[in-house]
T-cell receptor, first 119, second 111 residues
Framework: ETGVTQSPTHLIKTRGQQVTLRCSSQSGHNTVSWYQQALGQGPQFIFQYYREEENGRGNFPPRFSGLQFPNYSSELNVNALELDDSALYLC??????????????????FGPGTRLTVL | RKEVEQDPGPFNVPEGATVAFNCTYSNSASQSFFWYRQDCRKEPKLLMSVYSSGNEDGRFTAQLNRASQYISLLIRDSKLSDSATYLCVVSQYSSASKIIFGSGTRLSIRP
């Protein structure tokens, strides 16, 4: 077990609704990344948070937003849900190297994911 | 063209065989490289980091070729438990972080 937890495990929403997914990072890890994984595909990088600020973002629209809290836990919010948002959402925590960069330098440890179905 | 490309497989090999995967990346500014494995309906798990000098962990060997922009994974004496999808990961972090997963290579080991 990685010590990274996510909630909820499964979620069913309808198109147009909003959803919040939660992630608790592994003890000692201060960086959290979020990914979307469609069936048969590799995880797609949504964004990364370090020190409560977004530290990098993939090709996802602004309706995908996030937060990181002082205890390094994180939330992913998705507004105006679309059918194509149905996927496994993974969060991963990693330790941060010193300096202003390096959030993507280190190994990541994944939570079990939240499976979102949009009807 | 995808930024990170992998042969999707499936690779179907007998137990005890040696199998190798390659993963190519397009951005020469890429800085960190990893291999993860993912079992069906589970989260990815780190297999190993990939260093310029190459690294080995038991039956697994990873190599990085920066000139040709690919990383490789070699599995020797394959076990039934090695059956999984293997994901390569390429990341940049000079300014903002950018982490790219390949689509994965499926490996099936048969008895």
């Amino acid at each position: 077990e990685t010590g990274v937890t996510q909630s909820p495990t499964h979620l069913i929403k309808t198109r147009g609704q909003q959803v919040t997914l939660r992630c608790s990072s592994q003890s000692g890890h201060n960086t959290v990344s979020w990914y979307q994984q469609a069936l048969g595909q590799g995880p797609q990088f949504i964004f990364q948070y370090y020190r409560e600020e977004e530290n990098g973002r993939g090709n996802f629209p602004p309706r995908f937003s996030g937060l990181q809290f002082p205890n390094y836990s994180s939330e992913l919010n998705v507004n105006a849900l679309e059918l194509d948002d149905s996927a496994l959402y993974l969060c991963a925590s990693s330790p941060r190297s010193g300096g202003t960069s390096g959030g993507a330098r280190n190994e990541q440890f994944f939570g079990p994911g939240t499976r979102l179905t949009v009807l | 063209r995808k930024e990170v490309e992998q042969d999707p497989g499936p690779f179907n090999v007998p137990e005890g065989a040696t199998v190798a995967f390659n993963c190519t990346y397009s951005n020469s500014a890429s800085q960190s490289f990893f291999w993860y494995r993912q079992d069906c309906r589970k989260e990815p798990k780190l297999l190993m980091s990939v260093y310029s000098s190459g690294n080995e962990d038991g039956r697994f060997t990873a190599q990085l070729n920066r000139a040709s922009q690919y990383i490789s994974l070699l599995i020797r004496d394959s076990k039934l438990s090695d059956s999984a999808t293997y994901l390569c990961v390429v990341s940049q972090y000079s300014s903002a972080s950018k982490i790219i997963f390949g689509s994965g290579t499926r490996l099936s080991i048969r008895p």
